[in-house]
Protein backbone atom coordinates (compact mmCIF):
# COMPACT_ATOMS: atom_id res chain seq x y z
CA UNK A 1 0.00 0.00 0.00
CA UNK A 2 1.49 3.64 -0.40
CA UNK A 3 0.29 7.18 -0.06
CA UNK A 4 0.52 9.71 -1.76
CA UNK A 5 -0.01 13.34 -0.39
CA UNK A 6 0.21 16.40 -2.62
CA UNK A 7 1.67 20.05 -1.32
CA UNK A 8 2.37 23.08 -3.15
CA UNK A 9 -0.57 24.70 -4.86
CA UNK A 10 -1.81 27.92 -5.09
CA UNK A 11 -2.90 30.56 -7.20
CA UNK A 12 0.29 32.28 -9.44
CA UNK A 13 0.06 34.86 -12.55
CA UNK A 14 0.24 34.16 -15.85
CA UNK A 15 4.29 33.63 -16.64
CA UNK A 16 4.93 32.94 -12.99
CA UNK A 17 6.06 29.80 -11.44
CA UNK A 18 4.93 26.79 -8.91
CA UNK A 19 6.34 23.59 -7.72
CA UNK A 20 3.98 20.97 -6.36
CA UNK A 21 5.06 18.02 -4.61
CA UNK A 22 4.36 14.21 -3.51
CA UNK A 23 5.06 12.66 -0.10
CA UNK A 24 4.89 9.10 -0.61
CA UNK A 25 4.54 6.62 2.26
CA UNK A 26 5.94 2.92 2.05
CA UNK A 27 9.94 1.71 1.81
CA UNK A 28 8.54 0.96 -2.00
CA UNK A 29 8.44 4.80 -3.84
CA UNK A 30 11.82 3.61 -5.36
CA UNK A 31 10.36 0.62 -7.57
CA UNK A 32 7.58 2.43 -9.10
CA UNK A 33 7.26 5.26 -11.60
CA UNK A 34 5.42 8.47 -10.49
CA UNK A 35 3.38 10.33 -12.55
CA UNK A 36 1.38 13.78 -12.34
CA UNK A 37 -1.78 14.38 -14.02
CA UNK A 38 -4.67 16.99 -14.14
CA UNK A 39 -7.75 17.81 -14.29
CA UNK A 40 -9.95 21.00 -15.18
CA UNK A 41 -13.00 21.97 -14.60
CA UNK A 42 -15.50 20.10 -17.34
CA UNK A 43 -12.54 18.26 -18.60
CA UNK A 44 -11.13 14.81 -18.75
CA UNK A 45 -8.43 13.99 -17.00
CA UNK A 46 -5.22 14.31 -18.27
CA UNK A 47 -1.58 13.12 -18.10
CA UNK A 48 1.27 15.50 -17.72
CA UNK A 49 4.24 14.31 -17.10
CA UNK A 50 5.93 10.89 -15.87
CA UNK A 51 9.22 9.75 -14.34
CA UNK A 52 10.11 5.94 -14.29
CA UNK A 53 11.76 3.84 -11.13
CA UNK A 54 15.08 4.73 -12.58
CA UNK A 55 14.69 9.00 -13.19
CA UNK A 56 13.95 8.31 -16.89
CA UNK A 57 10.87 11.51 -17.61
CA UNK A 58 8.44 12.07 -19.87
CA UNK A 59 6.23 14.79 -20.68
CA UNK A 60 2.75 15.58 -22.64
CA UNK A 61 3.32 18.19 -25.55
CA UNK A 62 1.34 20.87 -23.69
CA UNK A 63 4.28 21.16 -21.10
CA UNK A 64 7.14 19.82 -22.80
CA UNK A 65 9.47 22.66 -21.89
CA UNK A 66 7.96 24.33 -19.55
CA UNK A 67 7.90 21.56 -16.25
CA UNK A 68 10.17 19.74 -15.46
CA UNK A 69 9.34 16.27 -13.02
CA UNK A 70 11.77 15.14 -10.79
CA UNK A 71 12.11 12.59 -7.88
CA UNK A 72 13.76 12.28 -4.38
CA UNK A 73 14.83 8.96 -3.49
CA UNK A 74 15.60 9.72 -0.05
CA UNK A 75 13.16 12.03 0.70
CA UNK A 76 10.19 10.17 -1.21
CA UNK A 77 9.29 12.82 -3.01
CA UNK A 78 8.13 13.35 -6.39
CA UNK A 79 8.09 17.69 -7.27
CA UNK A 80 6.53 19.00 -10.61
CA UNK A 81 8.70 21.93 -11.15
CA UNK A 82 6.19 24.22 -13.58
CA UNK A 83 7.47 27.60 -15.52
CA UNK A 84 5.77 29.72 -17.76
CA UNK A 85 2.33 29.30 -16.10
CA UNK A 86 -0.56 29.70 -18.57
CA UNK A 87 -4.19 29.91 -17.35
CA UNK A 88 -5.05 26.87 -19.16
CA UNK A 89 -2.63 25.10 -16.66
CA UNK A 90 -5.31 25.47 -14.16
CA UNK A 91 -6.45 22.40 -12.84
CA UNK A 92 -6.68 20.48 -9.54
CA UNK A 93 -2.84 18.69 -9.91
CA UNK A 94 -2.69 14.52 -8.91
CA UNK A 95 -0.02 12.30 -8.10
CA UNK A 96 0.03 8.77 -9.16
CA UNK A 97 1.92 5.93 -8.91
CA UNK A 98 2.08 2.66 -10.91
CA UNK A 99 4.40 0.25 -13.01
CA UNK A 100 4.51 2.45 -15.59
CA UNK A 101 4.92 6.04 -16.08
CA UNK A 102 1.61 6.93 -17.43
CA UNK A 103 -1.54 4.38 -17.83
CA UNK A 104 -3.07 2.52 -15.17
CA UNK A 105 -1.83 3.68 -11.81
CA UNK A 106 -2.08 1.98 -8.83
CA UNK A 107 -2.60 4.63 -5.95
CA UNK A 108 -3.26 8.17 -6.48
CA UNK A 109 -3.34 11.39 -4.14
CA UNK A 110 -6.14 13.36 -3.18
CA UNK A 111 -4.90 16.27 -5.75
CA UNK A 112 -3.81 19.99 -5.13
CA UNK A 113 -5.36 22.87 -6.69
CA UNK A 114 -3.59 25.06 -9.27
CA UNK A 115 -4.74 28.51 -10.46
CA UNK A 116 -3.04 30.61 -12.85
CA UNK A 117 -4.60 34.09 -13.13
CA UNK A 118 -4.22 37.63 -12.87
Known amino acids: QVQLVESGGGLVQPGGSLRVSCAAS????????MAWYRQAPGKQREWVAG???????EYSDSVKGRFTISRDYAKNTVYLQMNSLKPEDTAVYYC????????????WGQGTQVTVSS
Open 51 to 57: ISAGGIT
Open 26 to 33: GSAFRLYA
Open 96 to 107: ASGWRTQGLMNY
